[in-house]
């Protein structure tokens, strides 16, 4: 089984979760996206009915209208049932690193007040501790990216201003603002980390989502595994 089955064979798992008349935070990334496509099928064989997907990103709104699955925003539900979404890195508490796709301020708006947040990843995501292997991104206000890099350094991080691939200078997200990815030593205190970082003035929203994960689901190759809180 190589990355690509593990991660269809996590989005066919996180189906069992979804029951009619559901509100659905869909993520964003290249394993929400085959869950937004199986979803889009058990819709359209009418095995589920009366479901809502609240997008977290252009690219789930996209796949959604593309799938045919019904999409509404947050401001249009009383709540969300389950938010499913992929990650960069998984430590053994179930605390995570989001935000290689830039959409990490919608996603945690979103999966933050579902009633159950269900995580996708094959096993290469699984990590020790949290900035074993990636960046913690985090969204900053254009004007103070600069100010923020250089007060980074007191956490001893290697950090940059993110740049995009296909335009010139940097990325700016959804909400116009940009992303620094900040590489840590090592994060002991996941939820502390979270906290310290969204008090540095011209912080939007950072990539550590600590205590808000409910399931892990994990593509191996031995099959898929359950993670729980
Ligand atoms: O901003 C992007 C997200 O946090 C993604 O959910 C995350 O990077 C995982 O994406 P993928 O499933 O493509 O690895």
New binding site residues.
């Given amino acids: 089984m190589n990355v690509e089955d593990m991660k269809k064979a996590v989005a066919k798992e996180a189906l069992r979760y979804i029951e009619d008349d559901m509100v659905i935070g869909l ?6 996206a085959y869950f937004i496509q199986f979803l889009s099928e058990k819709i359209q064989k009418g095995e589920l009915e009366e479901i809502y997907g609240v997008p977290t990103s252009y690219q789930a709104k996209i796949l959604a209208m593309e799938y045919g699955v019904p999409v509404v925003s947050l401001d249009q539900v009383d709540a969300i049932d389950v938010a499913v ?4 890195e998984v430590d053994p508490n179930l605390n995570l690193i ?7 301020t919608m ?1 945690k708006i979103i999966e933050y007040r579902a009633g159950t947040f269900i995580v996708l990843v094959d096993e290469t995501k699984l990590v020790d501790y949290l900035c074993q292997k990636m960046p913690v991104p985090i969204e900053v206000i254009p004007a103070a990216w600069k100010a923020i890099l250089e007060e980074l350094s007191i956490f001893n991080a290697e950090a940059e201003l993110r740049m995009g691939k296909k335009k010139d200078g940097p990325v700016v997200t959804e909400n116009g603002n940009f992303i620094i990815d900040a590489k840590f030593q090592r994060i002991e205190d996941p939820l502390d980390m979270e906290i310290e970082l969204n008090t540095i003035p011209g912080v939007v929203e950072n990539g550590i989502f600590a205590d808000i994960a409910d399931i892990v689901l994990v593509g191996t190759k031995e099959g898929v595994k359950k993670m729980e809180r």
């Fill in positions: 993520g964003t990334g290249s394993t929400t979404d992929g990650a960069d989001k935000g290689r796709g830039a959409a990490l996603e």
